[in-house]
C-alpha cells in the first residue's frame, strides 16, 4: 500500500501527458485528486501507526535485482511518518498554487507530480539503492520547473541549484556505494545495514570517512554553511509551488538522509565531526540571519531565513541527544510548514503585482486583510512565537543541546532575536502602514481554492502547537531506537 | 619453407610504411590506401602464421579481413567522393570542421 | 478550585477565539462578549478566593498540571500554581481588566475594527493570566511571549498609522532582547539542575530542591541575571525601557490595562514569584535595586519635559516600576507586590480618566487641554478621579499609594544611602511632574477664543465613568486592604517610622507646590535654547538612549548585515560558484586545444597508445 504514496502521482503525471492542452480545466482537477488521494492515504497512515510498535511499519518488500541485493523496499517509522505528513500538505497546499499557473500548464503539471511522487519516494524508501534513485529523480523536473517558469535569472538559478545539489549527490553516491561495499553483504537493505552495523560498526576511520562523505554530500540540499548559497537564489527564481515544494520539503531530505544513513549507520563517525557539524551550524544559523537582514527582496529574505532554521535542525542533530534530535525532526516539519505557506504569500502578491520587494508594498492589512494575517501568523511562527510548533521545536533543541555546547546554543537563541528583526520589518513594510495606490487592483485571496492553502499549513501549525505531543510521539521512539 | 622470422620483418616493414603513410600524407585517398598496406600487413602475418602452426585458423582470418577491407575502402571512397563534392578538398589539414 | 482556575484561565482565549472567526464584523457584540467574559473570569477569581480562604492551613499552596511534552529527562508540563501570590494577581488582572474592558467599549464605539480590538485584548488576557498561573519556567515563557505578541497587535492597533507599527515592532523587539536573556537564564539553571541529576522546570520542586543542594554562585548570578534581563524587558527597566513611551501609540485603554497594569507588572510578579532564587544570590539582588532605583529617577525626570499626558503617565509607569523593582532587589518582595497593587489602580485610573479627557477634548498635549469653564464643572467626575489618583501616586495619606510607597521607602532607607536619596528625590519628581500636568489641565481656565470648541466638553458616559470611580474608590481603600494572607510567606512590612513618612509628604507637596507655582500663569513652555546639553536638553533627548539605539542598530547592526550579504555575493557566489564555474570554463578550453580536428591528430594518439600498451604488455609478460 505505501508504494501507491509514489506512484499514484507518477501515474497521474503520465495521464496528464495523456491529456490534450486545450483541457485547460481537467489538467488541474487530476493534479489536486492525485494530491488529495496521497494526502488522505498518509492521514490513514497516520492513522493506523502504533508509536509503541519499534520498527518500520507498513513494511513491504518488491525483489528487483537479487544479484545485488536492490529490492523496492518501503516502510514509516516515526521520522519519516512525520516527513511524509509535512510532504502531504505541503504538495497539497503547493499544487493549488500549480494549477493556477498561466503559460504551458500541462508540462509544469506533469514535472510537478513527478516531483511530488519522487520525494514520496525518498522518504519512504528503505533501499539504499532506490533511496539515491529517487533523491536524483526529484532533482530532474526542478531544472526545468525553475528554467522556464521562473523568475527574474532563472536559467541561472536552475543552473545553480541543479549543479550544486547534484555535485552534493554524488559525493554522497560515493559513499553509500562505499557502505554497501564495505558491509560485505552485497545488499542495499538499509534496515538490514543498519540493523548489522548497530552489532559490528566500522572501524574509527572508516566511519569518519564515510560520515564526511554522507554530512557534505547531503550537507549541500540541508543548505550547510557554507555549501548554502544555492538557496536563497535558487528560492528566488522559482515559481512559487517549487519555492514551496522545496524550502519546504526537498531541503528537508538532506538532514533526513543523514539521520537515516549517517546517524543510524555510522554514530562514531557522526561523534566524530559533530563539533564541526554544530560550529558551522551556528554560523549558518547567524551569517544567514543577518544576511537576510540586508535582503530587499522578500524571497531572497526568506531564503536566507530558510537557511538559518535548517541551522538550527542540523544544530540539533549535531547534538546528538533524543530531545535535540526530536526538536530537530520536528522543526523539520513545522519549518517546512511555515515556509511553504511563506512563499504562498509572497507568490500571491507576485502573481498579481509581479513585485516582490520588501519596499514596495504597504498597507496590505487594509487591502488584503486574508493574504497579510497569513503573512503575520507565518512570519509569527518563523520566530519561534509559542502557539505554534516551531517554538517547540527550537525549545527542545536547545535544552537537548545545552549540555554539550552552551556557548553555541546561546548563539543560537541571539539567532532567534535577528530572525524577529528582519520579519517584522517585513511584516511592517508590506503589511502596515499607508496603502500604496500603485497597487489598487490587488485582490485579496477569496474564493476557498485561494485561502485553503493557507489555512492547511497554518492549521497544522497552529494544531500541532498546541499539541506538539501529536507528532513527539512518533517521533521520539524513533529517535530513541536510532541513538545508540 | 620460408622461415617465420623473414614474414615478421617484411610484415613489420609494411606495416610501419603504412602507418607512418597514415600519419604522415595529407590526401585522404593516400591515408585510405595506407589503411590498406596495413591491412595487407596484418593479412600476410595471419596467413604466415597459418603456415607456421599448420592449421587454418589464419587463412580462414585473413579472408574475413579481406572482406572487410573491400567493404571498408567502398565506404571509405564513398565518404571521399561526397567530401569532396561538398568541400572541394580531399586535404585533411583543411577538414577541421568538428574541432572541439 | 483547580477547575476554578483552568475557567479563569480559558475563558478569555475562548471568547478571543471566538470573537476571531465569529464577530470581527460585529463589534459591539464582540465587546459585549469579553466583557462579559472577563466579568465571568472574575467571578471565577472572586469565588477562587473564597475557596482559598476557607482552606484549614496557613498559607497553602495547591498545584495541579497535565504533561505537555512527556519525555526524559524532564517532562514539560502546563500546569496551575495556586497560592496567596496568585490569587491577588488573579483577581488585580480579572477585576481591572473587567473595568477595562467596559470602558473600551464606551471609547473604542466609533472605530470599526474594535472586534479585532476585543479580540486581541481578551488574548492578552489569556496571556496574562496564564503568566500568574504558570508553574514552571516553560510555561512561563510561553505566556510571556504571548504577551508579548498580545502587546505588539495591540500597540498597532491603528497599523495604517506608521508611528504604531514602528512603535509595536520596537516593543516586541526590545521586549524579544529580555527574552533571550530569559532563556538563557532558564537554560543555564535546567542545565545545571540535569547535570546533578534533578532536571525540572517545575517551580515548587526546584525551590525544594534548593533547599538541599546549592549552585555555584557565578552561575546562580549568570541565571538571575539572564532572568532579570527579561524581566527588565517586559517591565520596562533601563536600559530596555525605550519601548513604553512609544507604546503610548494604542488606544487608551490598552496603555491603561497592559501598560500599567498588567502587563508590566508581570516582570515584578515574577521577580516575587522566583523570589526564592534570586534570594540566593546578594549580588544578583544588588544589580536588581541598582537597576530600579536608576530607572525610576531617569524616567522620573524625563516626565518632567513631556508634554503629552500618555507619555508623562507612561514615564511616571516607569518610575513606579522602578520602585517595585527596587524594593525587590532590596529583598522586600511583601512592599513591591503591595505597591504593585496599589499601583495598578491608582495608574488604571488615571490612564482611564486621562483617556476620558482625550475622548472629549480631542487631544493630547497638556497644553492644550485648557477650557473657559474648568474641567471641574464640565467633567467633574473624571477630575475628582483624576486627582484621587494623582495623589495616591504622589503618596499622600490615606491613600493606598501612601502606604506602598511607605513600605518601599521604608525598605530603602535600610539600603544603600545612595538609593534612598535617589528613592527620595524621585517622590518629589512625582508630585512635580503631575503637579505640572494638574496644573495645566485643570487649574488655569483658558482666555482664547481658540479653544471655542472645547466649551462643550462634556462627561463621559456611564460605561466610562463607573470604572473610574471604582478604581478611585480601591486608590483610597487598597491601603487598608489585608494583604498578608496573600503575600505573607514573602517578606513583611517594614515598622511604620514616622518621620520618613513626614518627610516623604513633604517632599511631595513641595513638588506639587513647587509645580503649581511655575505653571500657574503660564501658556507655553519656553522653546529650547540652541545650546545644547543643558538639562533640559539632555532630558528632552531621554538621556540619549533612542538615539545610542538608533545609532547601534544603523552602524552596528546594519553593517553586520552588510558584511553577511557582501560575504555572501561576493566571496561565496561570485569566488566559490561563480570561481568554480570560470574555473572549469578555463580548464575545458585548456583541454579543447587536444580536438585540433585533424584526423591524422587522433591517429597519432592512437598510435602511441597503442605501442604504449603493447609495450606495458611485454614487459609484463617477461618478468
Not at chain 3, 512561563?140 to 491603528?158: A, H, N
Not at chain 3, 498609522?161 to 527574552?179: P, Q
Not at chain 3, 518582595?333 to 485610573?349: E, N, Q
Request: proline content about 4%; some cysteine; overall charge positive.
Amino acid at each position: 500500500m505505501i508504494f501507491l504514496l509514489t506512484w499514484i502521482p507518477f501515474v497521474a503525471a503520465f495521464l496528464i501527458l495523456l491529456t490534450p492542452s486545450e483541457k485547460k480545466s481537467a489538467l488541474p482537477i487530476i493534479a489536486k485528486t492525485a494530491c488529495l488521494l496521497t494526502f488522505l492515504l498518509t492521514i490513514g497512515f497516520l492513522w493506523r501507526f502504533r508509536p509503541d510498535q519499534p520498527g518500520y511499519q507498513f513494511l513491504i518488500r518488491i525483489e528487483w535485482f537479487p544479484a545485488f541485493g536492490i529490492a523496492y523496499q518501503a516502510g514509516l517509522d516515526g521520522i519519516n511518518m512525520t516527513l511524509c505528513l509535512l510532504h502531504a500538505l505541503v504538495s497539497l497546499a503547493g499544487v493549488f498554487t500549480a494549477a493556477r499557473e498561466k503559460k504551458r500548464l500541462k508540462e509544469y503539471l506533469f514535472f510537478y507530480l513527478i516531483l511530488v511522487g519522487a520525494i514520496y519516494g525518498v522518504f519512504t524508501c528503505l533501499d539504499l539503492f532506490f533511496l539515491y534513485l529517487f533523491y536524483e529523480t526529484t532533482l530532474i523536473p526542478l531544472y526545468p520547473m525553475i528554467g522556464i517558469w521562473g523568475s527574474k535569472n532563472k536559467e541561472y538559478g536552475a543552473m545553480q541549484l541543479t549543479l550544486f545539489i547534484t555535485a552534493g549527490a554524488a559525493l554522497a553516491l560515493f559513499g553509500i556505494l562505499l557502505l554497501y561495499q564495505k558491509t560485505g553483504f552485497g545488499t542495499f537493505d538499509l534496515i538490514r545495514i543498519t540493523e548489522h552495523l548497530k552489532n559490528a560498526p566500522f572501524a574509527a576511520h572508516d566511519q569518519n570517512f564515510l560520515a564526511a562523505l554522507i554530512l557534505i554530500g547531503f550537507g549541500v540540499i540541508a543548505s550547510l554553511w557554507p555549501l548554502h548559497s544555492w538557496s536563497p537564489i535558487g528560492y528566488a527564481a522559482a515559481p512559487t509551488s517549487v519555492s514551496m515544494l522545496h524550502a519546504g520539503v526537498l531541503k528537508k531530505m538532506g538532514p533526513y538522509l543523514i539521520l537515516r544513513i549517517a546517524l543510524a549507520c555510522l554514530p562514531a563517525g557522526m561523534a566524530h565531526w559533530s563539533t564541526l557539524l554544530a560550529v558551522l551550524s551556528g554560523i549558518g544559523i547567524l551569517y544567514a540571519g543577518y544576511a537576510a537582514i540586508s535582503q530587499k527582496d522578500l524571497k531572497f529574505m526568506v531564503g536566507f531565513s530558510s537557511v538559518s532554521h535548517m541551522g538550527y535542525v542540523l544544530l540539533g542533530i549535531a547534538a546528538m541527544t533524543v530531545t535535540s534530535v526530536s526538536g530537530a525532526v520536528l522543526l523539520m516539519f513545522s519549518h517546512g510548514v511555515m515556509a511553504a505557506a511563506m512563499f504562498a504569500v509572497i507568490g500571491f502578491i507576485y502573481e498579481q503585482t509581479h513585485a516582490r520587494g520588501v519596499f514596495d508594498f504597504g498597507g496590505l492589512g487594509k487591502k488584503a486583510p486574508f493574504i497579510s494575517m497569513s503573512f503575520i501568523m507565518a512570519s509569527l511562527a518563523s520566530l519561534g512565537l509559542p502557539g505554534f510548533s516551531n517554538f517547540v521545536a527550537e525549545l527542545l533543541i536547545f535544552i537537548g543541546s545545552w549540555e554539550k555546547s552552551p556557548v553555541l546554543v546561546g548563539l543560537a537563541v541571539l539567532g532567534v532575536l535577528i530572525t524577529a528583526i528582519y520579519l517584522l520589518r517585513a511584516v511592517q513594510h508590506v503589511c502596515y502602514g499607508e496603502f500604496n495606490p500603485k497597487w489598487n487592483q490587488l485582490k485579496d485571496a477569496v474564493t476557498w481554492q485561494e485561502k485553503f492553502p493557507f489555512v492547511l499549513l497554518l492549521g497544522a501549525l497552529l494544531l500541532f502547537g498546541f499539541w506538539p505531543q501529536g507528532l513527539l510521539r512518533l517521533i521520539q521512539p524513533a529517535v530513541g531506537a536510532m541513538l545508540p | 619453407m620460408i622461415p617465420i622470422g623473414h614474414v615478421l620483418i617484411v610484415s613489420g616493414i609494411l606495416f610501419s610504411i603504412g602507418l607512418a603513410g597514415l600519419l604522415i600524407r595529407r590526401n585522404i585517398l593516400l591515408i585510405l590506401l595506407s589503411i590498406e598496406l596495413m591491412m595487407n600487413a596484418a593479412n600476410l602475418l595471419l596467413i604466415a602464421g597459418s603456415a607456421l602452426h599448420g592449421e587454418a585458423d589464419g587463412q580462414i582470418t585473413a579472408f574475413f579481413v579481406m572482406v572487410i577491407a573491400a567493404v571498408e575502402v567502398t565506404v571509405g571512397l564513398a565518404v571521399a567522393v561526397l567530401l569532396f563534392r561538398t568541400r572541394q578538398t580531399v586535404d585533411t589539414y583543411d577538414i577541421k570542421w568538428l574541432k572541439g | 478550585m483547580i477547575t476554578l482556575s483552568w475557567a479563569i484561565l480559558w475563558t478569555p482565549f475562548l471568547t478571543a477565539v471566538f470573537i476571531f472567526f465569529f464577530l470581527l464584523s460585529r463589534p459591539r457584540a464582540a465587546g459585549r462578549l469579553a466583557t462579559c467574559g472577563m466579568l465571568a473570569a472574575f467571578l471565577c477569581a472572586l469565588a477562587l478566593l473564597w475557596d482559598y480562604l476557607s482552606l484549614k492551613e496557613a498559607r497553602p499552596v495547591l498545584e495541579s498540571s497535565i504533561l505537555w511534552i512527556p519525555f526524559a529527562p524532564s517532562p514539560v508540563e502546563f500546569g496551575v500554581l495556586i497560592d496567596g501570590l496568585t490569587i491577588l494577581m488573579l483577581l488585580i488582572v480579572t477585576g481591572i481588566g473587567s473595568l477595562i474592558f467596559l470602558y473600551s467599549m464606551s471609547y473604542m464605539e466609533r472605530d470599526e475594527s474594535c472586534g479585532r480590538y476585543f479580540a486581541c485584548l481578551s488574548l492578552f488576557a489569556f496571556s496574562m493570566l496564564g503568566i500568574v498561573l504558570s508553574n514552571n519556567f516553560i510555561q512561563t515563557f510561553i505566556f510571556w511571549e504571548l504577551v508579548g505578541l498580545s502587546s505588539y497587535l495591540l500597540i498597532g492597533f491603528w497599523f495604517e498609522k506608521r508611528e504604531a507599527a514602528t512603535a509595536g515592532k520596537k516593543a516586541f523587539l526590545t521586549t524579544r532582547v529580555g527574552d533571550v536573556g530569559m532563556m538563557i537564564g532558564i537554560l543555564s539553571l535546567f542545565g545545571y539542575l540535569a547535570s546533578r541529576g534533578i532536571g525540572t522546570f517545575n517551580f515548587l520542586l526546584i525551590e525544594e530542591r534548593l533547599q538541599t543542594i546549592s549552585i555555584p554562585s557565578p552561575l546562580l548570578y549568570a541565571v538571575c541575571l539572564g532572568l532579570f534581563l527579561g524581566i527588565a524587558g517586559k517591565s520596562a527597566q533601563a536600559p530596555l525601557h525605550v519601548w513604553l513611551p512609544d507604546a503610548m501609540e494604542g488606544p487608551t485603554p490598552v496603555s491603561a490595562l497592559i501598560h500599567a497594569a498588567t502587563m508590566v507588572a508581570a516582570g515584578v510578579f515574577l521577580l516575587a514569584r522566583l523570589f526564592f532564587l534570586f534570594a540566593q544570590s546578594p549580588a544578583a539582588l544588588l544589580v536588581i535595586a541598582w537597576t530600579g532605583g536608576i530607572t525610576a529617577v531617569l524616567a522620573g525626570t524625563v516626565a518632567v519635559v513631556q508634554n503629552d499626558i500618555k507619555k508623562i503617565l507612561a514615564y511616571s509607569t516607569l518610575s513606579q516600576l522602578g520602585y517595585m523593582v527596587l524594593a525587590l532587589g532590596l529583598g522586600n518582595p511583601y512592599a513591591g507586590m503591595f505597591h504593585l497593587t496599589t499601583h495598578a489602580f491608582f495608574k488604571a485610573l488615571l490612564f482611564l480618566s486621562a483617556g476620558s479627557l482625550i475622548h472629549a477634548l480631542h487631544t493630547q498635549n497638556i497644553w492644550n487641554m485648557r477650557t473657559q469653564k474648568g474641567l471641574l464643572r464640565s467633567m467633574p467626575i473624571t477630575s475628582v478621579t483624576f486627582f484621587i489618583g494623582t495623589l495616591a501616586l504622589m503618596g499622600i495619606p490615606p491613600t493606598s499609594g501612601y502606604f506602598s510607597k511607605e513600605s518601599i521607602l521604608a525598605a530603602a532607607s535600610h539600603g544603600s544611602p545612595v538609593l534612598f536619596i535617589l528613592a527620595l528625590a524621585n517622590v518629589f519628581f512625582t508630585s512635580f511632574y503631575m503637579g505640572r500636568l494638574c496644573t495645566l489641565v485643570f487649574f488655569q481656565k483658558s482666555h482664547s477664543a481658540r479653544q471655542n470648541h472645547l466649551h462643550t466638553a462634556r462627561e463621559s458616559g456611564w460605561k466610562m465613568t463607573i470604572p473610574l470611580i471604582i478604581l478611585a474608590g480601591f486608590s483610597i481603600g487598597g491601603g487598608f486592604l489585608p494583604l498578608h494572607p496573600f503575600l505573607g510567606a514573602r517578606g513583611h512590612s517594614e515598622p511604620h517610622s514616622n518621620t520618613l513618612a513626614l518627610i516623604s509628604i513633604a517632599l511631595a507637596g513641595l513638588g506639587f507646590l513647587f509645580a503649581f507655582l511655575r505653571y500657574q500663569k503660564k501658556s507655553h513652555e519656553h522653546e529650547t535654547l540652541d545650546s545644547w546639553m543643558t538639562p533640559r536638553f539632555i532630558l528632552e533627548k531621554k538621556y540619549f538612549f533612542d538615539d545610542v539605539y538608533d545609532a547601534f542598530i544603523h552602524f552596528v547592526q546594519e553593517n553586520i548585515a552588510r558584511v553577511s550579504d557582501l560575504f555572501e555575493r561576493r566571496v561565496v557566489v561570485e569566488g566559490g560558484m561563480n570561481g568554480s564555474a570560470r574555473l572549469t570554463r578555463r580548464l575545458s578550453r585548456l583541454v579543447r586545444t587536444l580536438q585540433t580536428g585533424v584526423v591524422q591528430f587522433y591517429a597519432l594518439f592512437f598510435a602511441a597508445g597503442v605501442t604504449v600498451i603493447i609495450y606495458v604488455l611485454i614487459l609484463s609478460g617477461k618478468s
